[in-house]
């Protein structure tokens, strides 16, 4: 059986943003959010969707049945209804990470993709918070508790492993 764990592209090729308004957009993370769960922890849920053309399990964790938060195996990426003409994080309680401006496929998607050394870095913190200014000048900031990110990373990594859960 092949397995694809979930990552920016396939949320890109998925369409996930919610918020957009193309109506088959909105449609794509309502599928995942809908999917059977296999695995739990914390405020996470990993679900496990099929690709239509390979058949190919596809893994995304969910935070707190909300299909705008996602981690894949490479990425978390939040949704953002407005666009995103810069980026701010802060993981745990350390000091706020500069401003950045947003990467190519996070203003294409109109989203935040945290990937590489901040993702490593997020597997090993607690608690996230972010902080982003809109292409309409309005300010979405987030607060994510972390607890159970990493059994939920590992559980994507091992190719989504288990039965649907029992709500």
Known sequence: ?????????YLKRAAFVVAAT?????????????????????????????DSMSDANICTAIYRGNGDIQLGSHSLVIAIAEGTENVTLRFDNEPARPTRLPKGPEWSVSAIDIEGADFTYLLQSKRLRYRVLTSTAYVVEGDIDLTGVNDVYNNIRAG???????D
């Open 1 to 9: 059986m092949t397995v694809i764990c979930s990552t920016v592209s």
């Open 22 to 50: 193309a109506p088959g957009l909105a449609a794509a993370a309502q599928e995942i959010a809908s999917a059977p769960v296999i695995y739990r922890s914390g405020d996470w849920a990993v679900h496990r969707t099929q």
């Open 160 to 166: 989504c492993v288990g039965e649907p859960m029992a």
